[in-house]
């Protein structure tokens, strides 16, 4: 596609629930990361896939969040038993690079609010 | 210490001046740096990559880096009320992944 693309734009879960957050990369781009933006805070770094390999989950908070890339294009960003903590706009962007070297195109987030 | 650090604002100038936004960064073996817009509301956009030392300009956009003093910043000449939105300098880590500071926020007053 034209852009990275993101749904649901909008997510509100009841404390408990799980979520799934989808993430469609730009056509052909290798690399693609997840990033959490807290209000008033830059982004923080989730995880990063190079094709389908998940090379990098250092920064996923905890156990209950999980990513996938099974086929190295959609991805989805799975959260368990959400927590208010967890409520925060997710951020995917792609990259044609192996490497950031270029810099990230991102989508428009998915803002998920755990209510 | 925070590896990628910016004063969060607001700076306020007037339409027209130069708005200056400065950013230090920990990891000396950094290589590539970058600017993000962001409007309120909306996903960080890239408006500015810089890799060696000196300046990079582009438009009313001059990004500057300093090695050295670890140091990266972004001018914005004849600012327009338009640019009012969050800067983020970002930088790759020795980890090849983005680290992002916590922005600036620019206003501009007409």
């Known amino acids: 596609g034209a852009g990275v693309s993101q749904s649901p734009r909008y997510k509100v879960a009841k404390r408990g629930q799980d979520v799934a957050l989808r993430c469609d990369p730009i056509?052909?781009?290798?690399?693609l990361f997840w990033y959490q933006q807290a209000l008033g805070q830059g982004p923080e770094f989730l995880t990063y896939f190079q094709n389908e390999a998940q090379l990098d989950k250092s920064g996923l908070p905890s156990d209950r969040f999980f990513a996938e890339r099974p086929e190295g294009s959609v991805s989805t960003l799975k959260i368990q038993r959400t927590q208010q903590e967890d409520s925060a706009v997710y951020l995917c962007?792609?990259?044609?690079?192996?490497?950031?070297?270029?810099?990230?195109?991102f989508g428009s987030g998915t803002r998920l609010t755990v209510v | 210490q925070k590896e990628v650090e910016q004063n969060s604002g607001p700076l306020s100038v007037p339409e027209g001046a130069i708005a200056s936004l400065n950013c230090t960064y920990s990891?000396?073996?950094?290589?590539?740096f970058f600017w993000y817009r962001q409007y309120s509301g909306k996903s960080p956009e890239l408006i500015m990559s810089i890799y060696s030392n000196g300046d990079k300009e582009d438009g009313r956009f001059t990004a500057q880096l300093n090695k050295a003093s670890q140091y990266v910043s972004l001018l914005i000449r004849d600012s327009q009320p338009s640019d009012s939105a969050t800067y983020l300098c970002?930088?790759?880590?020795?980890?090849?992944?983005?680290?992002f500071g916590t922005g600036t926020r620019l206003l501009v007053s007409p």
């Open positions: 970002a930088v790759i880590t020795g980890f090849q992944k983005l680290v």
């Open positions: 962007a792609s990259s044609k690079s192996r490497d950031s070297h270029y810099g990230y195109t």
């Open positions: 990891d000396r073996v950094s290589q590539s």
């Open positions: 056509s052909g781009h290798v690399s």
